[in-house]
């Protein structure tokens, strides 16, 4: 059985950082990503990794502030979010699926975790 299972949102102020985490249990997959979605607005990629060489793509509104990872060893996957704004505050979802299109596609996820709140203030 898969899970995948997101811990580290929380509220801070504006031109604060915040740590995600995402272990994934129960699945290796090729590519990870985080989404992050506002209530009446469509999901959106913020960034994405391929597992096996670390190779990142990032939303132009992510590039520059966020970083995101991936430990092989404890199939953990994190963003480092820094210099947030308020725009940033949304539910954030970790996934999981596989190579062979653009990696903001919802369809090359075959796994979703939870979402964990990310609040800013101004």
């Known amino acids: 059985q898969v899970h995948l299972v997101e811990s580290g949102g929380g509220s801070v102020q504006a031109g604060g950082s915040l740590r995600l985490s995402c272990v994934a249990e129960g699945y290796t997959a090729d590519l990870m990503a985080w989404f992050r979605q506002t209530p009446g607005k469509e999901r959106e990629g913020v960034a994405a990794i391929r597992t096996h060489d670390g190779r990142a793509w990032y939303a132009d509104s992510a590039t520059a502030r966020f970083t995101i990872s991936h430990d092989s060893a404890t199939n953990t996957l994190s963003l480092q979010m820094n210099n947030l704004n308020p725009e940033d505050s949304a539910l954030y979802y970790c996934?999981?699926?596989?190579?062979?299109?653009?990696?903001?596609?919802?369809?090359?996820?075959?796994?979703w975790g939870q979402g964990t709140q990310v609040t800013i203030s101004p």
């Open positions: 996934a999981a699926g596989r190579t062979g299109g653009h990696w903001y596609t919802q369809n090359m996820y075959d796994y």
